[in-house]
């Protein structure tokens, strides 16, 4: 049953090309003007399901529909959506204006009955007043918030942004995800965004799918997918994370190395004594001012190693007790000066026991 909510759903969508298996078995429901974002490593089948959705590629079997109509088969001009592509894919030859217009046109608008809405439209992406000049005139950010422009002409229920600011300079693509995240609360679109950027995801998507070999890994927040990674494969690929091998011991302690840890029981499975295990946890997951004598997660160690990065810095650690599973832990130039963490010094903290993330090895 498809909720009120829901305003599109995939059913069972597989992609073969040949023998190659592309994307299998793909559930997912998307709620109206929800953002959300495909994240997952090159060839993970991403940006095929996006084009399964534009009706660029024909999926081998499943459903779509689309504020409960069925689009499975229909062509992509049947369909009701704008999109965004990672280069720019402006007409050259065409101004501004016309380029904005163009969908407006092909759906039997005159240029001149089109006119205002491309006025707004370029108001609404910043270059209010650009629609006399050509593509080769703007830089690669502008053309992109025209490319924007031209997706969101004929209003459409959906937006599907195709890795939309892989092509642009660091700096400028902050801006511009920034501001297409802002412009799509305003309009309350259902957007969807293809990117492989995981930084990127975290900051603009309200659930994001995360994908690996043409399968859903993970469907969550931001949050979820960070905090609480469904498979060791998310855990990896979205944020830095520690990986200790270890064994089980029952009731939630394991030991690693020739430490015992014990993780809280609601950080995750427990499993049964002998099994092999791999605890992750990420490097801003510990304690280092108050560290109790009793606390089993009580670690010292000697800094290898420190990454400066600016505002915080990574440090990597020897665990004594851990042997050949240095673990890197983040500090904030605070503690790095209270801590004296430096490469050669010895530390003392605590593993928080409740962020620890327990998967089978
Ligand atoms: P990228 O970020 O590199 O584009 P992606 O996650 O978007 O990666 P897709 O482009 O969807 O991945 O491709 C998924 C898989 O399907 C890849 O292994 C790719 O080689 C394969 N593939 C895509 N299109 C075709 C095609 N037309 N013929 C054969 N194989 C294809």
């Known amino acids: 049953m498809t909720s009120d909510a829901t305003y599109l759903e995939l059913r069972g969508i597989q992609k073969r090309f040949g ?5 299998d078995d793909i559930d997912l429901s998307i709620r109206r003007g929800e953002f959300v974002c495909f994240l997952g490593p090159s060839g993970c089948g991403k940006t095929t399901l996006l084009r399964i959705i534009a009706g660029l590629e024909t999926q081998t079997a499943g459903t779509i529909l689309q504020a409960g109509r069925d689009i499975s088969v229909l062509p992509p001009a049947a369909r009701d959506y704008g999109i965004m592509f990672q280069s720019y894919a402006l007409f050259p030859n065409l101004s501004v204006a016309d380029n904005v217009a163009y969908g407006l046109v092909n759906r039997s608008h005159s240029k001149a009955q089109a006119r205002p809405r491309v006025d707004e439209l370029l108001q609404l992406v910043g270059l209010p007043g650009s629609g006399g000049k050509y593509p080769a005139q703007l830089s690669g950010g502008q053309q992109q918030r025209i490319a924007l422009a031209r ?3 004929t209003s459409p229920g959906l937006l599907l942004l195709d890795e939309p ?26 957007t969807i965004m293809v990117t492989h950027d995981q930084e990127e995801a975290l900051s603009v998507a309200d659930r994001i799918v995360v994908m ?18 469904a498979s060791p494969f998310v855990a990896d690929f979205v944020g830095k994370v520690n990986r200790l091998q270890a064994v089980a011991e ?6 690693c190395g020739d430490m015992r840890l014990q993780c809280s029981p609601g950080a995750g499975a427990d499993f049964r004594a002998g099994r092999e295990v791999a605890l992750y946890l990420r490097p801003e997951d510990r304690v280092v001012d108050g560290v109790r004598d009793d606390d089993p997660m009580r670690c010292t160690g000697t800094v290898r190693q420190v990454e400066f990065l600016g505002s915080n810095c990574l440090a990597e650690i020897d665990v004594h007790g851990i042997p050949g599973q240095p673990i890197q832990l983040q500090f904030s130039l605070n503690q790095m000066d209270e801590f004296d963490v430096r490469e050669g010094s010895s530390l003392r903290f605590a593993l928080r026991a409740d962020r620890l993330r327990v998967f089978p090895a």
């Open 250 to 255: 029952g009731d939630h302690w394991f030991r």
């Open 19 to 23: 023998a190659f298996s592309a994307l």
């Open 212 to 229: 690996n070999h043409g399968v859903i890994e993970q469907v969550g927040t931001p949050m979820q997918v960070y905090r609480e990674p």
């Open 165 to 190: 600011l892989s092509a642009l300079d660091a700096i400028v693509r902050v801006h511009l995800r920034n501001e297409i995240r802002a412009l799509q609360r305003k309009l309350g679109v259902t």
């Open 151 to 153: 997706a969101l002409a």
